[in-house]
């Protein structure tokens, strides 16, 4: 795990598993890998955050990279992802609107920034399953994953904003096996590595002023210390 400075600004990036991370990010990045799902990245991810909090070396932006899937959204293209959502979560039974933690005063689905020209956005959905097939219907956004709302919450605990940049590698088809993740995986990577770029000149010369993070939709700026890409 490296941070890295692009201009004013300190990131963290952040990773989950080795697969997705090919050639052209090794060549920029250092990540902090958390493991697959929900849980592995809330712990990765906070006791990284608090041994850097122990040193005085918080970061002022946490930079999520990864695969997603999506039946609509074209494959190897990157997004950003514009909001998440915890589809693990329904308290519905009593009384909870789907996706609303109980005594936790925070929306279903929460904001975050999207500061890269060019690089569409798009809504994500996280969840500890693997979607597949027709599982898609029954989830409200245009992308999936296993990683960016834990992920979100963290940073949130630290002040930290965070950007969650996504390549679809699957959902067109239903998996059957792994290969059906991997198969396309190089490219996302060298998306990926192209989006990071954009994102970084784009921090040297605004700083987190690129973030524009709307308050009051999950990260506000009061509380965080302070881009002609995909063919």
């Known amino acids: 795990m490296r941070l890295e400075r692009y201009g004013p600004v300190v990131v ?3 990773m989950a598993a080795p697969a997705e991370y090919g050639a052209h990010l090794q060549a920029r990045i250092d990540p902090l890998m958390t493991g697959v799902g929900p849980v592995e990245a809330a712990v990765a991810l906070t006791a990284a955050l608090a041994r850097l909090e122990a040193q005085g070396q918080t970061p002022d932006l946490i930079v999520s ?3 997603c899937g999506s039946p609509t959204l074209d494959h190897a ?6 909001s998440v959502a915890y589809r693990d979560m329904d308290a519905s039974p009593l009384g909870f609107e789907k996706g609303i933690t109980p005594l936790l005063d925070l929306p279903a689905v929460l904001a975050l920034p999207c500061p890269v020209p060019g690089v569409p ?14 599982a898609y219907g029954a989830i409200d956004a245009e ?6 709302w834990a992920l979100l919450r963290s940073a949130q605990t630290f002040g930290v904003p965070l950007v969650a940049l996504r390549g679809v590698s699957d959902g067109r088809t239903e998996l059957k096996a792994l290969s059906d993740w991997t198969d396309t ?11 990071l770029d954009a994102l970084a000149e784009g921090l040297r010369t605004r700083g ?3 973030l524009e993070i709307p308050a009051g939709h999950g990260q506000d700026p009061a509380h965080s210390r302070s881009l002609d890409l995909i063919p």
């Open 185 to 195: 995986l190089h490219l996302v990577d060298a998306h990926l590595a192209v989006a």
């Open 65 to 67: 990279l990864g695969s």
């Open 77 to 82: 293209a990157v997004y950003q992802a514009s």
């Open 208 to 210: 987190l002023g690129l």
């Open 143 to 148: 992308m999936v994953d296993m990683e960016t």
């Open 12 to 14: 963290l990036p952040v």
């Open 121 to 134: 956005c798009a809504r994500l959905s996280t969840g500890a399953n693997v979607v597949s097939g027709a």
